[in-house]
C-alpha cells in the first residue's frame, strides 16, 4: 500500500482539532486506514543517511499513514482531509463542477498523428484564479509525484505536466520529433539542450534516469509546445522551464499524456478535485478542449458522477449486520457516496464522485459500508460450512519422492521456473517451435524469455556451476514445467516433471537406469509390458545416438532416459560425460486421486483403489450401541452434548489427526443429530457421517469413550423364583448367611486388588535427529535434546552416525510412558530447538 508522509500540525489545523496519537491511530483505523509510523524528517534522514546529514532537517512531526492503493483520493493532505471531515460528519462531500471560461473559448490541446507511435492519449483543464502557499504547492507537486508512481505505473502509463498558463500562449500542439529536432531548456537547468543531450545527462540524475526507459528506443520522443513554439514539456521525461510554476501562479495548465486513456481522465480528475478547493469559486475546474488526430474533439475534464443501485439485504447479508435501508444509506454518505433510499423495497441509490475511480462493483459499495458501520462493530458468528483440509495429491506424491530420491543419494536442486529460449532449444539440438513453449510478451533479459518446457537445462546449468565439486554429481530435481494446451482456457497447462542427472569420468548409464527401477519400485509399478513398465530404444536429437530410450508405463510414454549427446554437453559448458532422465509424475496417481482429497495419497496411489461394491455399500445399517452414556456425560441429554460440543470447539476428530473407531462409536451413541445451537458438534457429526461406507476401515480407538450399559434390572416375579428353584433350600437363614460370606469375601478381593500396583504401559523409542549441516555444534545439539523433560520421559544412551558429506546425526534412545508422552509430543519439542534441529524421526518403536 502507498504511504503518505503528512505534517502533524498541518493535519490537525485542517482538521480544526487536535487529537492525541493513540486517538489519531483509532481514527485511522475507523476510516479503513492504518498509522503506520510516528517519525519526522530529521529521523528519517538519519536512518537512511547518518547523523552527520540529519544535523540540517527539519524536527517537525510526521504521520505516515497507509492508504489503500486504489484510494487516489486520499494521496495528499486535501483529500485525507476532506475525506476524515466526511466521515466524521463534519462537512459535506463537496461538488464538483466543469465551466467554461469567463472570456474567451476555452483552452485547446491539439494532437498530431505522429504520436501514434509513442503515447497517443492527452487529456486537458485548467485551474483557474487558484492560491498557492508554501504547503498546498508542496502538497500540489507530491500528489504529482504519488500519482506518478502509483496509478501511472512510473510515468509508463501517464505522465503528469503542470504550467503557469500566464507564461504561455494557446492553442498548444502535443506531437512527436526525432530527438535531433528538439531543443529547449528543461526544468531547472541554464541552458537549452536537444533530446539527445537531455538523455544523456538525465542518466546519471537519480531521479529522472528511471524513467528514460520510457521513450529512448524511440524514433520520435512526445513534445507539447504552445502557440509561439515554447516548449512546454517532453513527457514523460521533463517539464519545460519557461512555463513552471511558482508560489506565485495563478493560472494552472495541467496536462496528462499517456498510453491508457482511462487512466489519464483518472488522473486528471485527481489532480483537479484535489485542488479546485484553492481556486476563486471553490471545487469548480475551467474545462479545456482536446483535438485528435481524426479530428474528434473532447472536453476535459470529465467529472462524471455515475449512480448505482443495490438492495440493503445484499449489504446485510455480505457484512453480516442488520441495519435499516436509511441507516445504510447514512453509513455509505459517510464514506462520501452520497446516498438515499429509493423507497422501492429496499433499494438504495448510491451516486459516486468522480473521487472515487475505486468504486466499480457493488462489493466496493458494500466495502465501504462495512468501514462505515465498525469492524469491531460487527457480530462475530460461526461459519456453518465445514471443510477438511488436506494435502494436495501430487504435492504428496511429490514430497515423498523427494525423500526417497535424496535417500538414493541424489542432492536436490531448485530452479528458475523461467529460461531462456536456447536453453530449450538450441542447447539441446531441437527447434523452438517444436518446444510448446509459453513465451514472456516483454522479458526483461534473454535469461528468461520463456516458461520451461523441461528440467534438464536447469540441472546441466547447476552442474556447469559447480563443475569443482567431487566427482561424481547427481543430482535431481522434481518441479512443474508449462506447456501450451489449446484445450485449457489460459492456453497452457502446469506439467509435474521428475529430472535426475548423473555427471561423472564415466557416462554411468546403469546409475541412471538404476534410479528409474528404484523409482518404479517406490511407485509399485512392476517391470513387465502391459500392465508395468518398460523401456525402448528411441531417437532423440538431445542424447547420443543408440543410447537413448522411451519410459513406457502401461502402454503410455512418460519420459526419456540416456546419455547425452556431446553437442550438448558442450554448449551448456561441462568437460565430461552425462546421463539423464525426465519423466512425467502425474499419470501415477491415477483418476482416482483428484476425487478423494480426504485420505493421503501414499505410493500405493499408482494402484487402483478398492472401492465398496453396490452390494457392500447396501449392507445393512450398523447397530447402533444400546449405551448413550460417554466420558461427557449422556449424549441424549443436553448437558451430555454440550460437554461434547466443547470438546470438539479445537478438534476435528476425537483422537488425533484423521477419523477412527473412536469417532464412530461416539457417533453411534448419539441418538438423533444435534441441534445447530451445538455447532462444533453439528460439524463434526455431518463429517463424521460421511465415513459410513468406509467406517470398517477406519484405524481402531487408542481408548474408551463410550461407557458400558448398566444391565437391566431383575423383572421376575418371587412366585417364579418359587416355581423354578431348582436348586434352591427351604431353609431362609442358610441362604442369608451364604450371601453374608459372598459379599465379605468379595469385598477381601477388591481391598486385595486394589493394593496391586497397576500396569503401566510402556514403549521404547530411538530418535534420528538431524542438523542442518556439518558445522553445527552436535554437543550442543545433544544438550538441547537431554534438556526436553516431560513426566514419563526417560532419556537413554546416543551416538553420532555418519549421514554424508561430514554430516552426522544424532541417535538418541528414550524410555516413555505411552499415558503421558507421544512421539508427536515429543518431535514438536525437539524440533522448537530451530537453530540446531532439522528434523526428528522416529528409527524405531518398540512396546516394553
Not at 455515475?306 to 453509513?331: C, D, H, P, W, Y
Request: proline residues 5%; aromatic residues 8%.
Amino acid at each position: 500500500m502507498p504511504t503518505v508522509g503528512i505534517k502533524r500540525d498541518l493535519l490537525f489545523k485542517a482538521l480544526g482539532r487536535t487529537y492525541t496519537d493513540e486517538e489519531f491511530d483509532e481514527l485511522c483505523f475507523e476510516f479503513g486506514l492504518e498509522l503506520d509510523e510516528i517519525t519526522s524528517e530529521k529521523e528519517i534522514v538519519s536512518r537512511e543517511q547518518g547523523d552527520t546529514k540529519a544535523s540540517d532537517a527539519s524536527d517537525v512531526i510526521l504521520y505516515k499513514i497507509d492508504v489503500p492503493a486504489n484510494r487516489y483520493d486520499l494521496l495528499c493532505l486535501e483529500g485525507l482531509v476532506r475525506g476524515l471531515q466526511v466521515f466524521k460528519n463534519k462537512l459535506e462531500a463537496p461538488r464538483y463542477r466543469r465551466i467554461s471560461p469567463v472570456n474567451g473559448d476555452p483552452q485547446k490541446l491539439i494532437i498530431t498523428k505522429e504520436t501514434a507511435a509513442v503515447r497517443p492519449f492527452a487529456v486537458a483543464a485548467v485551474l483557474r484564479n487558484i492560491t498557492f502557499t508554501q504547503e498546498r504547492y508542496d502538497s500540489f507537486i507530491e500528489l504529482q509525484e504519488k500519482l506518478h508512481q502509483n496509478i501511472c505505473r512510473k510515468r509508463s502509463l501517464v505522465a503528469i505536466g503542470t504550467h503557469d498558463l500566464d507564461t504561455i500562449s494557446g492553442p498548444f500542439t502535443y506531437t512527436a520529433k526525432p530527438p535531433g529536432d528538439i531543443s529547449f531548456k528543461p526544468l531547472n537547468q541554464t541552458k537549452e539542450y536537444t533530446a539527445t543531450e537531455l538523455m544523456s545527462l538525465y542518466k546519471t540524475d537519480s531521479h529522472l534516469r528511471h524513467y528514460l526507459h520510457i521513450i529512448e528506443d524511440k524514433p520520435v520522443y512526445p513534445i507539447i509546445y504552445d502557440s509561439n513554439g515554447i516548449v512546454l514539456s517532453m513527457p514523460p521525461i521533463i517539464n519545460g522551464d519557461h512555463s513552471k510554476i511558482t508560489l506565485q501562479t495563478k493560472n494552472v495548465f495541467i496536462e496528462c499524456t499517456a498510453t491508457d486513456l482511462t487512466k489519464a481522465k483518472i488522473v486528471l480528475d485527481m489532480m483537479v478535485t484535489m485542488f479546485s478547493e484553492y481556486c476563486s469559486q471553490p471545487f469548480t475546474v475551467e474545462e479545456a478542449e482536446v483535438v485528435y488526430p481524426d479530428g474528434k474533439t473532447c472536453i476535459y475534464p470529465e467529472l462524471a458522477y455515475r449512480k448505482e443501485k443495490l438492495s440493503g439485504e445484499f449489504i446485510n447479508r455480505k457484512v453480516g449486520i442488520n441495519e435499516s435501508t436509511e441507516k445504510i444509506a447514512q453509513l455509505l454518505t459517510r464514506m462520501c457516496l452520497l446516498s438515499r433510499a429509493t423507497g422501492v423495497g429496499d433499494e438504495i441509490e448510491v451516486e459516486i464522485p468522480p473521487t472515487r475511480s475505486d468504486v466499480i462493483h457493488a462489493c466496493d459499495i458494500m466495502e465501504d459500508a462495512a468501514i462505515a458501520y465498525g469492524f469491531n462493530n460487527i457480530t462475530r458468528t460461526t461459519p456453518r460450512a465445514y471443510t477438511v483440509a488436506n494435502q494436495f495429491p501430487l504435492n504428496k506424491l511429490t514430497e515423498l519422492l523427494r525423500q526417497d530420491l535424496a535417500a538414493a543419494g541424489f542432492t536436490e536442486a531448485l530452479n528458475f521456473a523461467l529460461c531462456s529460449e536456447e536453453d530449450i532449444a538450441d542447447k539441446l539440438g531441437k527447434k523452438i517451435s517444436e518446444t510448446r513453449a509459453a513465451h514472456i510478451s516483454n522479458p526483461k533479459t534473454a535469461e528468461f524469455q520463456v516458461a520451461r518446457t523441461t528440467l534438464l537445462p536447469g540441472l546441466l546449468k547447476t552442474i556447469a556451476a559447480n563443475r569443482k565439486m567431487p566427482l561424481p554429481l547427481k543430482l535431481f530435481e522434481v518441479s512443474d514445467v508449462v506447456l501450451k494446451d489449446e484445450t485449457k482456457d489460459v492456453g497452457a497447462r502446469n506439467s509435474r516433471r521428475f529430472c535426475a542427472v548423473y555427471y561423472n569420468k564415466s557416462p554411468g548409464f546403469e546409475v541412471i537406469h538404476g534410479l528409474l527401477d528404484r523409482t518404479m519400485q517406490l511407485l509399485e509399478v512392476k517391470s513387465a509390458r502391459g500392465e508395468g513398465y518398460h523401456i525402448q530404444a528411441a531417437d532423440d536429437s538431445t542424447f547420443f545416438p543408440g543410447r537413448c530410450a522411451e519410459i513406457i508405463v502401461r502402454g503410455k510414454t512418460v519420459g526419456r532416459l540416456g546419455v547425452l549427446h556431446p553437442d550438448v554437453i558442450n554448449r551448456f559448458e561441462l568437460t565430461m560425460p552425462c546421463s539423464a532422465m525426465e519423466i512425467d509424475i502425474e499419470p501415477f496417481l491415477g483418476h482416482t486421486a483428484e476425487t478423494l482429497l480426504t485420505h493421503d495419497v501414499p505410493m500405493q496411489e499408482v494402484i487402483k483403489h478398492k472401492f465398496p461394491t453396490p452390494d457392500e455399500s447396501q449392507q445393512a445399517p450398523v447397530s447402533r450401541p444400546t449405551s448413550t452414556k460417554t466420558v461427557f456425560g449422556d449424549v441424549s441429554t443436553q448437558v451430555g452434548l454440550k460437554a461434547l460440543n466443547d470438546f470438539l470447539a479445537d478438534k476435528s476428530y476425537m483422537e488425533g489427526f484423521a477419523a477412527s473407531q473412536a469417532d464412530m462409536t461416539v457417533f453411534d451413541a448419539i441418538p438423533s443429530p444435534p441441534s445447530l445451537t451445538f455447532c462444533h458438534l453439528r460439524r463434526w457429526y455431518n463429517h463424521i457421517k460421511s465415513f459410513q461406507r468406509e467406517r470398517a476401515r477406519l484405524p481402531a480407538a487408542k481408548r474408551q469413550f463410550v461407557l458400558p450399559a448398566a444391565p437391566a434390572a431383575s423383572t421376575n416375579n418371587a412366585s417364579d423364583d418359587d416355581d423354578i428353584d431348582l436348586f434352591g433350600s427351604d431353609d431362609e437363614a442358610e441362604s442369608a448367611e451364604a450371601a453374608r460370606v459372598k459379599e465379605r469375601r468379595l469385598a477381601e478381593y477388591a481391598a486385595k486388588k486394589s493394593k496391586k500396583p497397576a500396569l503401566i504401559a510402556k514403549s521404547s523409542i530411538l530418535l534420528d535427529v538431524k542438523p542442518w549441516d556439518d558445522e553445527t555444534d552436535m554437543a550442543k545439539l545433544e544438550e538441547c535434546v537431554r534438556s526436553v523433560s516431560m513426566d514419563g520421559l526417560l532419556w537413554g544412551q546416543s551416538k553420532l552416525v555418519p549421514v554424508g558429506y561430514g554430516i552426522k546425526k544424532l541417535q538418541i534412545g528414550c524410555v516413555v510412558e505411552d499415558d503421558k508422552v507421544g512421539t508427536d509430543l515429543l518431535e514438536e519439542a525437539i524440533t522448537a530447538f530451530e537453530d540446531y534441529v532439522q528434523s526428528v524421526d522416529v528409527a524405531a518403536f518398540n512396546k516394553i
